[in-house]
């Protein structure tokens, strides 16, 4: 017989330890007993007669609110022990610790689980904050110690699930028969059950008869594998971005192809059990080639899994997702995109800037300062472009910044056009440099971090925020965080 382990040999812990262990009573048909007949009692009573028990509320003079509860028997006198003989649960409200204390005796005689209202001493269990799309129901608890901030992490969890999921959640009953005559295969299966999963969070209404949902779900996965495609916009980097649908893209991927720029606070919001692999494209340094990376999604969804391919900012903002679409559809491969919020707009957000203000700009162009040359473009037109009613957002422009600012100059836009440099925006290390389309000319632009180029009269209209300072030199303002 092998000998236990001493606490030094002990195995590490597959699991952070918890401060309270979450478990969902079966209460259905069971009695319930309450204590007291005040406003907190009767919420609780109400609770545990949602939850389907046979409720008992013992109180010698209940108040309105418990009086007025329909289906429970009321009692009006105080509890003895044989009330709880065969109770599953006793919830009471004490307010003095003696009458505390012997109520808990009298559970723990009987060998009920028992509650005494905000008093965590006399308390086997607690009751945390509900979101309630039964069958579906999410409790949440921080152990007393903030009881405000359980509130507002459940009226998170309740904007991000639907009102009619509870609907979706017994149609996956009906379902479950169907789908395993209709998609033998096992990842295609997966792959079915996870587009019922992405409706179910998605859909405005109730879920459509068996049959509909059955073709719905089916018909969107590669039917010899049931592999496919999202292409995620993974926005500028913080993960607070992202939108709904790419976090549930993240969640339901079997493989994660990456870019380089992509921050390790979004990757954290992906499915654990998701292989990541990096497939960053960088200017000057060695990198996936997009033929590469056109193949590797194509291997992978072959092989039946979930591809999420997440891209910095959005995908069809100079993403090349349409060369990755276009081999995809090609192959037979179903591909989707998930937008994202590209850079241009969070910086915009982060300098309090309006693109297109009507005093200063009518329109806006995105401008990419970096061919597959490694130089400007070629063939763009400079003269549309030096537009003063046009803002312009210049990205992967940090080694061609001089060049287009004395092209911008030579067409005529003034030199003193406000310029913003934005490195690294929405991240921890974000930097802005206030300077004009004369001081671009001498100014080392960083090429370390991503970094987007603002060009525009609607600039100047921006906010300075309070608590910074700026440094002049150059030409260029640098903005310090104190």
């Given at each position: 017989m092998q000998s236990p382990r001493t606490p030094s040999e002990a195995a590490p812990a597959r699991m952070a330890p918890l401060a309270r262990l979450p478990v969902f009573l079966d209460l259905n048909g069971r009695r319930a007993i309450i204590g007291g007949g005040g406003a907190p009692a009767a919420w609780k009573a109400e609770l545990l007669a949602a939850a389907g028990a046979e409720v008992h509320v013992f109180a010698a003079e209940p108040g309105a609110e418990m009086a007025a509860l329909p289906g429970i028997a009321l009692h009006h006198r105080a509890i003895v022990p044989a009330d709880l003989e065969d109770a599953a649960i006793l919830v009471a409200d004490a307010e003095e610790d003696g009458e505390a204390a012997s109520l808990y005796a009298m559970a723990k005689a009987a060998g009920v689980p028992c509650n005494i209202i905000d008093r965590p001493t006399f308390c086997d269990f607690t009751f945390g904050a509900i979101v309630n799309r039964s069958p579906v129901v999410v409790g949440i608890?921080?152990?007393?110690?903030?009881?405000i901030l359980g509130q507002t992490i459940r009226r998170r969890i309740e904007t991000l699930l639907p009102p009619a999921l509870g609907g979706w959640t017994a149609a996956a009953k009906a379902l479950r028969g169907l789908i395993a005559k209709a998609v033998p295969d096992k990842q295609a299966r997966r792959a079915a059950w996870e587009r019922f999963a992405d409706?179910?969070?998605?859909?405005?209404?109730?879920?459509?008869?068996?049959?509909?949902?059955?073709?719905?779900?089916?018909?969107?996965?590669?039917?010899?594998?049931?592999?496919?495609?999202?292409?995620?916009?993974?926005?500028?980097?913080?993960?607070?971005?992202?939108?709904?649908?790419?976090?549930?893209?993240?969640?339901?991927?079997?493989?994660?192809?990456?870019?380089?720029?992509?921050?390790?606070e979004v990757l954290e919001l992906a499915r654990r059990e998701a292989k990541r692999m990096v497939v960053g494209k960088r200017g000057g340094r060695e990198s996936c080639s997009q033929a590469d990376i056109n193949a590797l999604m194509l291997q992978l969804a072959r092989q039946?899994?979930?591809?999420?391919?997440?891209?910095?900012?959005?995908?069809?903002?100079?993403?090349?997702?349409?060369?990755?679409?276009?081999?995809?559809?090609?192959?037979?491969?179903?591909?989707?995109?998930?937008?994202?919020?590209?850079?241009?707009?969070?910086?915009?957000?982060?300098?309090?800037?309006?693109?297109?203000?009507?005093?200063?700009?009518?329109?806006?162009?995105?401008?990419?300062?970096?061919?597959?040359?490694?130089?400007?473009?070629?063939?763009?037109?400079?003269?549309?472009?030096?537009?003063?009613?046009?803002?312009?957002?210049?990205?992967?422009?940090?080694?061609?910044?001089?060049?287009?600012?004395?092209?911008?100059?030579?067409?005529?836009?003034?030199?003193?056009?406000?310029?913003?440099?934005?490195?690294?925006?929405?991240?921890?290390?974000?930097?802005?440099?206030?300077?004009?389309?004369?001081?671009?000319?001498?100014?080392s632009v960083p090429t370390d971090d991503p970094v987007l180029?603002?060009?525009?009269?609607?600039?100047?209209?921006?906010?300075?925020?309070?608590?910074?300072?700026?440094?002049?030199?150059?030409?260029?303002?640098?903005?310090?965080?104190?």
């Open positions: 608890t921080t152990d007393g110690a903030a009881p409706l179910a969070i998605t859909a405005r209404g109730a879920a459509p008869g068996p049959e509909e949902l059955l073709a719905r779900i089916t018909e969107g996965t590669d039917s010899a594998t049931g592999g496919r495609v999202t292409l995620v916009g993974a926005g500028p980097g913080d993960a607070e971005l992202l939108t709904l649908k790419a976090v549930r893209a993240l969640q339901s991927a079997d493989v994660i192809l990456f870019d380089d720029l992509v921050s390790a039946g899994k979930h591809v999420v391919r997440l891209k910095s900012g959005d995908p069809m903002i100079f993403g090349r997702a349409g060369e990755e679409i276009e081999t995809l559809e090609n192959a037979g491969i179903p591909v989707e995109v998930v937008p994202g919020i590209t850079a241009a707009l969070a910086a915009a957000s982060r300098l309090g800037v309006s693109l297109t203000h009507r005093d200063a700009a009518q329109s806006v162009r995105f401008l990419t300062g970096h061919s597959r040359k490694g130089v400007l473009p070629e063939g763009l037109d400079w003269r549309g472009l030096a537009d003063p009613a046009t803002t312009l957002m210049v990205y992967m422009g940090g080694r061609t910044a001089s060049e287009a600012a004395g092209r911008l100059i030579a067409e005529g836009l003034s030199a003193d056009t406000p310029v913003r440099i934005v490195t690294a925006v929405s991240r921890p290390n974000e930097k802005v440099e206030r300077t004009t389309l004369a001081g671009l000319l001498e100014t180029i603002a060009i525009g009269r609607a600039l100047a209209l921006g906010r300075r925020e309070a608590g910074e300072t700026f440094v002049e030199g150059q030409g260029t303002q640098r903005r310090i965080r104190r």
